[in-house]
T-cell receptor
């Protein structure tokens, strides 16, 4: 199993550009989520999904969009990039529909917005 | 407001000693608490989960305690090794929000 994969690994954007961060898992997990990690602030939840067709907002959803058309994929879209979105983004998945289960994280995408 | 605090200063210890990391929280009633390890440039890796009705959990050289009265969890690594050097994150799950909230992490450095 590949586990949780994320692409790209690194990305540089200009302010106002849009892009999609890809996330896929091959463990048939129902639960998937996106976090951003900034120095000294820990991981903050952006959006999550408890199954195909179901998404919900986390702690910091503004400026981001998600959809979940399949169990395997959970892309994160930046609609109009801003320097405040410079961060490391992690996708995670887990069994079942609750966060209390063990989270499996991807390797992360380091995004810089100029 | 809800807050999770981990010591932001790095913890430096000598190989063979026990490392103890702290996770304090306020304005939470967590049902579960998790600990993760994160190496530089990588995603967090799950280590242990402890429930609110459990006082202690062990896994090999790792031990976690959970004191809901003190609102604190302690994470211990016994017989520490240089390979244990990493950042350790605690995360709380609150039934009300179905959300896992992470602390800022503590960096552990084990010197040979």
């Amino acid at each position: 199993n590949a586990g949780v994969t994320q692409t790209p690994k690194f990305q540089v954007l200009k302010t106002g550009q849009s892009m999609t961060l890809q996330c896929a898992q091959d463990m048939n997990h129902e639960y998937m989520s996106w976090y951003r990690q900034d120095p000294g602030m820990g991981l903050r939840l952006i959006h999550y999904s408890v199954g195909a067709g179901i998404t919900d907002q986390g702690e910091v959803p503004n400026g981001y969009n998600v959809s979940r058309s399949t169990t395997e994929d959970f892309p994160l879209r930046l609609l109009s990039a801003a320097p405040s979105q410079t961060s490391v983004y992690f996708c995670a998945s887990s069994y079942g529909r609750h966060f209390y289960n063990e989270q499996f994280f991807g390797p992360g995408t380091r995004l810089t917005v100029l | 407001s809800q807050k999770i605090e981990q010591n932001s200063e790095a913890l430096n210890i000598q190989e063979g000693k026990t490392a103890t990391l702290t996770c304090n929280y306020t304005n939470y009633s967590p049902a579960y608490l998790q600990w993760y390890r994160q190496d530089p440039g990588r995603g967090p890796v799950f280590l242990l989960l402890i429930r609110e009705n459990e006082k202690e959990k062990r896994k090999e050289r790792l031990k976690v305690t959970f004191d809901t009265t003190l609102k604190q969890s302690l994470f211990h690594i016994t017989a520490s090794q240089p390979a244990d050097s990493a950042t350790y994150l605690c995360a709380l799950y609150n039934n009300a929000g179905n959300m896992l909230t992470f602390g800022g992490g503590t960096r552990l450095m084990v010197k040979p």
